[in-house]
């Protein structure tokens, strides 16, 4: 069964709004990671986050995790066209498996 | 440049035929992992090897096998192709424990007639 449960399944917003997306999963981890996929193409990581870590920032990406309800939250601010994509949540597991939820899809309106 | 290749970008295949899909990493890096990516159903781990010969089941296994016989090659098998395995095909590599990413090949198409 998938780990991670991303939330919502699909997301539109105006160019420059921020997008939040939300991670639920089930077990104890080593970290959370976030990728992001462009139509057709391979995923690439976004941003790791600990499980002794609470917030974490990249660029334009705001990540927070919150172990205790087993949920993690990536905002992406000041949204472009380009970064319409599928984004997902992957939990690194105690045993080193990695595990993905079933994705966001994100469109930035003109 | 870190890397991931997997051997073809498309695939057709015959139902019943043996299928090799390959990926080979260029990191050192000891984990490996085949996801089977379907609409609606994000990525599923289908296999997982953390060192030389060794492999773990993922959550849908059935109808697949895996060889890792050297570190930086991982290799998918479909005993008897089926219909119900055309899908996307992704492999990925991540190093030490805990700590990194995972690092993705560009995909294979499968469909399997």
């Known amino acids: 069964s998938q780990q991670g449960e991303e939330d919502p399944q699909a997301l539109s917003i105006q160019e420059g709004e921020n997008a939040t997306m939300n991670c639920s999963y089930k077990?104890?981890?080593?970290?959370l990671q976030w990728y992001r996929q462009n139509s057709g193409r391979g995923l690439v990581h976004l941003i790791l986050?600990?499980?002794?870590?609470r917030e974490k920032h990249s660029g334009r990406l705001r990540v927070t995790l919150d172990t205790s309800k087993k949920s993690s939250s990536l905002l992406i601010t000041a949204s472009r066209a380009a970064d319409t994509a599928s984004y997902f949540c992957?939990?690194?597991?105690?045993?080193?498996?990695?595990?993905f939820g079933k994705g966001t899809r994100l469109h930035i309106l003109p | 440049d870190v890397k991931v290749t997997q051997s073809s970008r498309y695939l057709v295949k015959r139902t019943g035929e043996k299928v090799f899909l390959e990926c080979v990493q260029d990191?050192?890096?000891?984990?490996m992992f085949w996801y089977r990516q379907d609409p609606g159903l994000g990525l599923r781990l289908i296999y997982f090897?953390?060192?030389?010969?060794?492999?773990e089941k993922g959550d849908i296994p059935e109808g697949y096998s895996v060889s890792r016989e050297k570190k930086e090659r991982f290799s998918l098998i479909l005993e008897s192709a089926s219909t119900n395995q055309t899908s996307m095909y992704l492999c990925?590599?991540?190093?030490?424990?805990?700590?990194?990413?995972?690092?993705f090949g560009q995909g294979t198409r499968l469909t399997v007639v």
């Open positions: 990925a590599s991540s190093g030490d424990r805990g700590s990194t990413e995972a690092f």
């Open positions: 077990t104890s981890i080593n970290n």
């Open positions: 986050i600990r499980s002794n870590e």
């Open positions: 992957a939990t690194d597991l105690r045993d080193d498996k990695i595990i």
């Open positions: 990191m050192d890096h000891e984990n």
């Open positions: 090897s953390y060192d030389v010969k060794m492999k």
